[in-house]
């Protein structure tokens, strides 16, 4: 089982956490938006769509748009799951031998999903344990 993180002792910390924060919630909100764009993209642009598969690749990623909305931090938790998915999935299709350049893209966005959404979570955390100690 994972540590609980610690609440920053200062002000000065609590800040520097609350810029990193940010910037890890920039990321998710960019790469996930990028997931979404790329499947919606690829689906409009072919001669003939594929609808079903559309829906399977983007309504597991809406599911999470209310609480990334909000910043919760279990929504950031659970999104890094899901998108544990995508990565596998993006992974075997660029070590086939008829990998397409959306693969390698969906490689580099699920890497930075999932660490950015990791590290969001953990610094929300520490976040909310200082709001509310203060």
């Given at each position: 089982?994972?540590?609980?993180?610690?609440?920053?002792?200062?002000?000065?910390?609590?800040?520097?956490?609350?810029?990193?924060?940010?910037?890890?919630?920039?990321?998710?909100?960019?790469?996930?938006?990028?997931?979404?764009?790329?499947?919606?993209?690829?689906?409009?642009?072919?001669?003939?769509?594929?609808?079903?598969?559309?829906?399977?690749?983007?309504?597991?990623?809406l599911i999470f748009?209310?609480?990334?909305?909000?910043?919760?931090?279990?929504?950031?938790?659970?999104?890094?799951?899901?998108?544990?998915?995508?990565?596998?999935?993006?992974?075997?299709?660029?070590?086939?031998?008829?990998?397409?350049?959306?693969?390698?893209?969906?490689?580099?966005?699920?890497?930075?999903?999932?660490?950015?959404?990791?590290?969001?979570?953990?610094?929300?955390?520490?976040?909310?344990?200082?709001?509310?100690?203060?």
């Amino acid at each position: 089982m994972g540590m609980a993180p610690k609440p920053p002792e200062n002000t000065e910390q609590a800040q520097h956490i609350k810029r990193k924060l940010s910037v890890a919630r920039t990321l998710v909100l960019a790469t996930y938006s990028g997931l979404l764009l790329m499947f919606t993209l690829l689906t409009l642009f072919k001669a003939e769509p594929n609808w079903p598969l559309w829906i399977v690749q983007v309504v597991p990623l809406l599911i999470f748009a209310p609480g990334l909305k909000r910043g919760y931090h279990r929504t950031y938790s659970w999104l890094c799951f899901v998108v544990l998915l995508y990565f596998t999935w993006a992974v075997t299709n660029t070590l086939s031998p008829l990998a397409y350049w959306r693969d390698y893209l969906a490689v580099a966005l699920t890497v930075i999903l999932f660490s950015s959404a990791m590290m969001a979570s953990r610094w929300r955390q520490q976040w909310w344990l200082w709001e509310n100690r203060h």
